[in-house]
């Protein structure tokens, strides 16, 4: 069973040549301007979003298991 997204409503200001650029890309993709968006958000930032989730799961780990924490530095320094 697919997990239910809850959304959460946000303004975004576009330049008056990006908002009608929008309006129309979504129009000729039967699909509204908020799906392209959003669309267009994740894809951009999918790898920071993807690091976030990692960071979220690494510190749940270290505070189930505090005695296997390794100090920032040396983290960082195997990551390379």
């Given at each position: 069973m697919k997990k239910k997204v809850t959304m ?73």
């Open positions: 959460v409503r946000t303004t975004v200001y576009l330049p008056e040549r990006v908002h009608r650029g929008m309006k129309v890309l979504a129009a000729l993709n039967g699909k509204s301007m908020a799906d392209l968006l959003r669309e267009a958000l994740e894809e951009v930032y999918k790898d920071d979003m993807s690091d976030l989730r990692h960071a979220r799961e690494a510190l749940a780990e270290m505070k189930r298991h505090p005695e296997t924490a390794i100090d920032a530095r040396a983290y960082f320094a195997n990551r390379r």
